[in-house]
């Protein structure tokens, strides 16, 4: 029995020495970030001649090879296949492939192949291979926040819906989103299709936060909206003759083209649909792939919003990657628009100028330097149509195309409001006499009042005069 075992070990030598071994791995590699370099290591074994080491980048989910690196030891070369600065490296039982600022494109599988010479023929070659997959991260690229379904009307009677929609662009794999509001964060409902159900039942189950014979809004004036006496400013032309009556000092009229008008304030009367302290809140979130292999982000914030909370509350919606080291943001402040700015030009409008009537802003707070979400901005003026005939114009500005002396003292207001609130404002438009136009319609008028006194026989005289002496 031993000289048995002893011819099965000879023989096993004898088949080791014939055939030989090789075995191929790759180390593995966690996700690298883009931009990083990549080194790839494939280290292998063998008893026999190395022949060739080629390294492949698998491409189209397998159905094609890219060659990337050759080494040949028959001739004892490197030969590279792809970019000339991506220089590569080969060591003994070890051939690495170097990949310097990777990208997405270089996101998928790998290949080694190696090949030894058969220690029995020369001609015959043992090859063996082995793969890895490398993943590329992609840090988002940007964040924004913004209002869906804006402009909107301002709707004190009737509770309504407010989503913010957060984009993230240029991640992978896909980001965690969330939403903060007053740095704190917000518990979220995870399913959006019972919003109506869920949301307008809590709305009713809800106690009324303020009461309505507790709103001082309602009985609160502006002390710029009242006159020297404590009464209301009229908006209309024969103010000055109701305060010279009432004793009131008669003012004359101001010279620049537009009246500075007190702002109008609205009363923020709320019914009982006003919801408590703790709103419910609906998040849903959707996600597509970009042409780059990057994915795009979509989550939105529902809720029923409360015009006297929200007001000037901080919402921010945030990012965690594991290719970023701390959370990207993006944040908007709601705030309800608060004294418009209005600028006439030309300044001293006259008969027939193009007039422009433009909202150069508001007087903002200190917590907040813009009104959000984007206001409607809706012109009208009092006591009839626009000059087009139109009874409300949208917009920023408002064109009044050669304006005739009719208007005159004309009053324009532009309302102002988004989901948490309204305002007014007002503007007097100042028309003076063209002195060109009225100059070129007193020399008609000449020439026809000379043509009357001097009658067609001197007319005809003096037409002749003018032939001989030309």
Same mark, same amino acid.
């Given at each position: 029995m031993?000289?048995?075992?002893?011819?099965?070990?000879?023989?096993?030598?004898?088949?080791?020495?014939?055939?030989?071994?090789?075995?191929v791995?790759i180390e593995p590699?966690?996700?690298?970030v883009m931009?990083?370099t990549?080194t790839?290591?494939?280290n292998?074994?063998?008893d026999g001649?190395?022949?060739?080491i080629v390294w492949?980048r698998?491409?189209?989910?397998?159905?094609?090879?890219?060659?990337?690196f +050759?080494?040949?030891?028959?001739?004892?070369?490197?030969?590279?296949?792809i970019?000339?600065?991506? $220089?590569?490296?080969?060591?003994?039982?070890?051939s690495t492939? $170097?990949?310097?600022?990777v990208?997405?494109?270089d996101?998928?599988p790998?290949?080694c192949h190696v090949?030894?010479?058969?220690?029995?023929?020369?001609?015959?070659v043992? !090859?063996?291979s082995?793969?890895i997959?490398?993943?590329v991260?992609?840090?988002p690229?940007?964040i924004s926040?913004?209002?869906?379904?804006?402009?909107?009307?301002f709707?004190r009677y009737e509770?309504?819906?407010?989503?913010l929609l957060c984009t993230?662009?240029?991640? *992978?794999?896909?980001?965690?989103?969330y939403?903060?509001?007053?740095?704190?964060l917000?518990?979220?409902?995870?399913?959006?299709?019972?919003?109506?159900? $869920?949301?307008?039942?809590a709305?009713?189950?809800?106690q009324p936060?303020?009461? $309505?014979?507790?709103?001082d +809004?309602?009985?609160?004036k502006s002390?710029s909206?009242?006159?020297?006496?404590?009464?209301?400013v009229r908006?209309d032309k024969?103010?000055?003759?109701r305060?010279?009556?009432?004793?009131?000092?008669v003012q004359?009229?101001?010279?620049p083209?537009?009246?500075?008008?007190?702002e109008?304030?609205i009363?923020?009367?709320?019914?009982r649909?006003?919801?408590?302290?703790?709103? !419910?809140?609906f998040?849903?979130q959707?996600?597509?792939?970009l042409?780059d292999?990057?994915?795009?982000i979509?989550?939105?914030?529902?809720?029923h919003?409360?015009?006297?909370?929200d007001?000037?509350?901080l919402?921010?919606?945030e990012?965690?990657h594991?290719?970023?080291s701390m959370?990207?943001k993006?944040?908007? +402040?709601?705030?309800?628009?608060?004294g418009? *700015?209005l600028?006439m030009t030309?300044?001293?409008?006259?008969?027939?100028? +193009?007039?422009?009537?433009?909202l150069?802003?508001f007087q903002?707070?200190?917590?907040?330097?813009?009104?959000?979400?984007e206001?409607?901005?809706?012109w009208?003026?009092?006591?009839?149509?626009l000059?087009?005939?139109?009874e409300?114009r949208?917009?920023k500005?408002?064109?009044?195309?050669r304006?005739?002396?009719e208007?005159?003292?004309?009053m324009?207001r532009?309302?102002?409001q988004?989901?948490?609130g309204?305002?007014n404002?007002?503007?007097r438009?100042?028309?003076?006499?063209?002195?060109?136009?009225?100059?070129e319609?007193?020399h008609?008028n000449?020439?026809?009042?000379d043509?009357?006194?001097l009658?067609p026989?001197?007319?005809?005289?003096?037409?002749?005069?003018?032939l001989d002496?030309?």
């Amino acid at each position: 029995m031993s000289m048995i075992a002893l011819s099965l070990l000879l023989c096993a030598d004898l088949m080791d020495l014939v055939i030989g071994y090789l075995t191929v791995t790759i180390e593995p590699l966690p996700p690298v970030v883009m931009g990083d370099t990549v080194t790839l290591k494939c280290n292998f074994r063998t008893d026999g001649n190395l022949r060739e080491i080629v390294w492949f980048r698998v491409m189209e989910g397998g159905t094609s090879k890219q060659k990337i690196f +050759t080494y040949d030891a028959m001739y004892n070369t490197n030969f590279s296949h792809i970019e000339d600065f991506r $220089r590569k490296e080969d060591l003994v039982y070890q051939s690495t492939v $170097r990949l310097p600022e990777v990208q997405m494109e270089d996101d998928g599988p790998y290949e080694c192949h190696v090949g030894i010479y058969d220690r029995a023929s020369r001609e015959t070659v043992v !090859l063996a291979s082995g793969s890895i997959t490398l993943n590329v991260m992609s840090p988002p690229k940007s964040i924004s926040v913004v209002a869906a379904n804006q402009p909107a009307r301002f709707n004190r009677y009737e509770a309504q819906n407010f989503t913010l929609l957060c984009t993230v662009t240029g991640g *992978k794999p896909a980001p965690v989103v969330y939403f903060k509001r007053d740095g704190e964060l917000i518990e979220v409902q995870s399913s959006s299709e019972k919003l109506e159900s $869920r949301g307008m039942l809590a709305a009713k189950n809800n106690q009324p936060l303020i009461s $309505r014979e507790l709103d001082d +809004t309602k009985i609160q004036k502006s002390l710029s909206f009242l006159g020297p006496y404590s009464e209301p400013v009229r908006l209309d032309k024969d103010r000055s003759q109701r305060s010279s009556t009432s004793g009131a000092p008669v003012q004359e009229e101001p010279s620049p083209t537009t009246e500075v008008i007190p702002e109008t304030v609205i009363s923020r009367e709320f019914p009982r649909w006003v919801l408590s302290t703790s709103p !419910l809140y609906f998040f849903n979130q959707t996600q597509s792939e970009l042409h780059d292999g990057t994915l795009e982000i979509q989550a939105e914030l529902t809720w029923h919003l409360n015009p006297q909370l929200d007001n000037e509350a901080l919402f921010s919606c945030e990012v965690n990657h594991p290719a970023l080291s701390m959370p990207m943001k993006a944040e908007v +402040t709601l705030s309800a628009p608060k004294g418009p *700015k209005l600028s006439m030009t030309p300044n001293k409008a006259k008969v027939g100028d +193009t007039v422009r009537i433009k909202l150069d802003g508001f007087q903002m707070g200190s917590k907040t330097n813009e009104v959000f979400p984007e206001p409607l901005f809706t012109w009208t003026r009092v006591g009839g149509p626009l000059l087009d005939g139109s009874e409300e114009r949208f917009g920023k500005v408002l064109v009044l195309e050669r304006v005739p002396a009719e208007l005159n003292g004309s009053m324009y207001r532009c309302t102002v409001q988004n989901p948490l609130g309204s305002t007014n404002t007002h503007t007097r438009l100042i028309v003076f006499e063209n002195p060109r136009i009225k100059k070129e319609t007193k020399h008609l008028n000449f020439g026809k009042s000379d043509g009357a006194i001097l009658g067609p026989s001197l007319m005809m005289s003096l037409l002749s005069l003018t032939l001989d002496l030309t």
